[in-house]
Structures are given as structure tokens and as C-alpha cells.
């Protein structure tokens, strides 16, 4: 990709192929940038990614508490039911959401792009791995003390759940910010596009920007990139203690 995004654009199929072009191009990434409105595009793609993983995180910590520290009749058939969602494919729901958000006009809205994907079974069913995890003896302390169950849940819970929080955080900001289908049939406006949008339009019936194309998509992945180096260590004790390590 990167190799691609250096290369003079009537190089990018030259045979036989090399790691590098006859002359190394930097402007192509100013080209790619300047090309579109490609800063609108990441400013798009940050605002849904950010608080759709802020809305995540807290609704899944919110369930996965319910889920793993209070106990009430059915608990366990109800969590069933909810994990049940995971197999429903997302081309199975594109049509009635799409209808939902029409009919509330949030058609080309930031509340089209994130709320529909804000409430997720994975994101409860890792932090309930994770909570069922921690010591009764705290919650039990914490209550004798005179906390009421927000108290222990906000004070005690959260703290200790950083890790796979953090974790949850991480994905969900990847799936938001490398979402294509939906954003694709729900956005029409160029100015509320987001990055997987607008690489899809290097590609067009004028021809394929390969080099553009590529430099854009290496510019796109650094923000990702970026998170996922600052949090690893944290990202790694999560998955671990969460189940999803493979213990």
C-alpha cells in the first residue's frame, strides 16, 4: 500500500513489479488529500467512531453489570437471548433500519451513522466475562458500607474494568471508523461521508486513482494505528482476562 501510494500512477502495474517507483512521490498523498474533501471525510469518521465507542462502551457496561452482578429470575435466559443477536447477520437488518432511520429523518445524520451499531451483545458479553471475574468480597464491603448499586457499579466496577473496557473501546472504535455497507446506503451526501466512503470514490467511470487510492488509505489507517499502539498493553490484559484469550 505504501509502496503503491510512492509510485508514479503510470507505474503502479508496470511489469515486472517493484517495491519502488523510478521516482518517489510524496505529493501524492497532498494529491489524494486535495483530490476530495478528504479532511471532511476523517473529521466524519472521528466524530462517529468517538461517540459511538463512548455510547458502546458505556450501554455494554451498563447490561454486562445486570448481566454478572445482580441477581433476578430469568437472568440467564434473558443473556441467552440477548448473545442470540450475534447471529443475526447485518444484511439481514440493513432494510427495516434503513426504513426506521427514514422515517425518523435521520437520513444523512450523524444519529443514522451511529446509533443503530451504539448497543452491541459483544460489547456485553465481553465486559460481563470480565466482571464475573472480580471478587463478590468488594461489591459485598462496599455494601455493608451503605453504597447503593450505582455507587458500587461507578466507584468500584468501572475502575477495575478498564482493561476490557479499553478493549471494547478499541474494537468498537475500528468497526466504526472501517464501516462501508451501512454509511454506503444511508449516506448520499458527499459532506457526511466517512473515510471508507470517500476512498471508494477514487474508484469511479473516469478510472481508478490507484496511487491516490493507496496514499489515502495510508493516511485512513493511522488513526486506528495510532490508538492501538497508545493502548496495547492495556488491549492485551483485556482480551486475557475478558475470555476472549483463548483460555
Known amino acids: 500500500m505504501v509502496s503503491t501510494a510512492l509510485k508514479p500512477a503510470d507505474e503502479v502495474f508496470a511489469s515486472p513489479p517493484s517495491l519502488i517507483g523510478s521516482a518517489i512521490q510524496f505529493h501524492n498523498f497532498a494529491d489524494a488529500w486535495n483530490y476530495l474533501p478528504f479532511g471532511k471525510f476523517m473529521i466524519n469518521g472521528l466524530i462517529v ?31 441467552f437471548l440477548y448473545l442470540m443477536t450475534l447471529m443475526v447477520p447485518q444484511e439481514v437488518l440493513i432494510v427495516p433500519m434503513f426504513i426506521m432511520m427514514q422515517k425518523l429523518g ?12 451504539a448497543f452491541t451483545a459483544f460489547g456485553t458479553f465481553l465486559l460481563r466475562q470480565f466482571m464475573l471475574t472480580l471478587p463478590d468480597e468488594l461489591e459485598e464491603a462496599a455494601t455493608i458500607d451503605g453504597a447503593s448499586k450505582f455507587r458500587v457499579f461507578t466507584q468500584i466496577i ?13 474494537f468498537t472504535f475500528i468497526g466504526y471508523w472501517n464501516s462501508f ?8 451526501d458527499v459532506n457526511m461521508a466517512t473515510v471508507p466512503l470517500g476512498l471508494n470514490m477514487f474508484m469511479g467511470q473516469t478510472g481508478n486513482q490507484w496511487n491516490m487510492l493507496m496514499a489515502a488509505s495510508t493516511i485512513s489507517v493511522l488513526p486506528a494505528a495510532i490508538l492501538v499502539a497508545l493502548v496495547q498493553k492495556y488491549l492485551v490484559s483485556g482480551i486475557a482476562l475478558s475470555g476472549l484469550g483463548g483460555r
Open 181 to 188: 455497507l451501512w454509511p454506503l446506503l444511508i449516506i448520499s
Open 106 to 117: 435521520w437520513v444523512n445524520s450523524y444519529y443514522a451513522l451511529i446509533l443503530p451499531w
Open 158 to 170: 468501572l475502575p477495575l474494568a478498564a482493561p476490557a473496557m479499553l478493549t471494547l473501546g478499541v
Open 49 to 79: 467512531a468517538t461517540i459511538g465507542t463512548i455510547l458502546n462502551v458505556f450501554t455494554s457496561a451498563l447490561a454486562a453489570y445486570a448481566f454478572s452482578r445482580i441477581n433476578w429470575k430469568g437472568r440467564s435466559k434473558a443473556f
